[in-house]
């Protein structure tokens, strides 16, 4: 459990100062001269970027542990914002937010892995999960405001210069405090009250399954795109900022609602993913509710889905492959997110962005249930 919270603290500080640069970058690229379609494929870049690092972390961490990933990540991040604070033209800012892409692309599946590996306890497994998603979500809360009134009192620069050595800061305690745990081979999940469908080393990727994540950041990668367009000045920047914190506060009232957690994971995944696609479809609707209402709503479908989908995901791993198994997640998290911003920056002059998000998670939610019937499959096929 000491080693569950040096982690969460890590994250919390990683999670922070990352969070702090998503109503500021979008503002500074414009102050570059960039437009909006520039900053969609900047936005598509940075995530696109993710796949190559998402495929070696895959890998790696099962090989080498999660410890020398979640430093390498958090350090070169650091570096590259500290480069970030010197940029004079948008051409510079992609180049060094593709490079960013590609480095953080190891933190996420090296964490979720290494608390993964803590227990061998499904229920403990998943309320590990759940803690790595109120601690992203507690960060996320504050960060995106103070993150947009650090530069209204500091100027673009000088926050880019602060964040970055926080970063760096961060990855050098994480090397004293962070400690790999490795899965014997062959060691089996002690959980013989939750089987795994199907035996450890036959158990399939649930390839399905990941149709969600593509589809669930391609609509964060839309939001994420058009609130900070919202920004004029610095005041309407804060304002942004208050708006992401708003998704933030939302998930993190669903992230409380601890007797969620009973329900099944693929249930609250299937219905909080449904939630989510009929409230994008509302906003781009036009529904007379207000934005901030919205907002709240869109995030506490997050506070349900995403803790779900991590703990669905373990449980179909068969306790195994949990390097591969988040590096996956992460890939197709990397992909909406490059298609989001990129889709919402070529399309916003012909449709509302937030009708795109909409499409995108209901062929996921049609998608979805097929996986039921190729898991009563597979149980067939092994029995």
């Known amino acids: 459990m000491k080693a569950a919270i040096w982690l969460y603290l890590f994250l919390f500080v990683a999670f922070f100062d990352l969070h702090a640069q998503y109503p500021i970058l979008t503002p500074f690229a414009v102050s570059l001269g960039a437009a909006p379609s520039f900053i969609g494929l900047m936005m598509g870049m940075y995530s696109i970027t993710h796949l190559p690092g998402n495929l070696i972390a895959g890998y790696g961490v099962d090989r080498y542990g999660s410890r020398l990933f979640i430093v390498f990540s958090l350090m070169a991040a650091g570096i590259i914002l500290l480069l970030q604070s010197k940029v004079t033209d948008p051409w510079q800012l992609l180049v060094l937010r593709s490079i960013s892409g590609f480095v953080l692309a190891f933190l996420s599946p090296a964490c979720l892995s290494l608390l993964a590996r803590m227990t061998t306890d499904r229920a403990k497994q998943g309320k ?21 009134y650090l530069v209204s009192q500091i100027g673009f620069t000088t926050a880019f210069y602060v964040l970055g050595w926080i970063l760096i800061g961060t990855a050098a305690c994480a090397i004293f405090f962070i400690r790999d745990i490795r899965l014997q081979e062959g060691e089996q999940p002690a959980t013989p009250s939750t089987p795994s469908p199907v035996p450890v080393e036959d158990a399939p990727m649930p390839w399905i399954i990941y149709i969600l994540p593509v589809a669930f950041s391609c609509a964060q990668g839309i939001l994420s795109f058009e609130l900070p367009l919202m920004a004029t000045d610095e005041s309407s920047m804060l304002t942004t900022g208050l708006l992401f914190s708003v998704v933030s506060i939302g998930a993190l009232l669903t992230l409380s609602m601890l007797f969620l957690n009973r329900i099944a994971p693929f249930s609250r995944t299937l219905w909080g993913s449904l939630a ?36 669905l995901l373990i449980e179909l791993s068969g306790g195994a492959r949990y390097g591969r198994t988040f590096s996956v997640l992460s890939i197709a998290f990397s992909i909406g ?44 096929h092994f029995s």
């Open 337 to 380: 997110a490059f298609l989001g911003p990129m889709l919402a920056g070529q399309m916003r002059e012909l449709v509302s962005p937030y009708y795109i998000s909409f499409v995108a998670l209901m062929l996921a939610v049609s998608i979805l249930p097929f996986h039921n019937s190729r898991t009563v499959s597979s149980r067939t």
């Open 276 to 311: 989510l696609a009929v409230i994008y479809f509302a906003i781009a609707a036009g529904v007379p509710l207000p934005l901030a209402v919205m907002l709240l709503l869109i995030g506490m479908a997050k506070g349900i889905i995403l803790p779900a989908l991590s703990t």
């Open 128 to 148: 590990l999960m759940a803690g790595n998603g109120l601690v992203h979500t507690l960060a996320s809360v504050v960060s995106p405001a103070a993150g947009a």
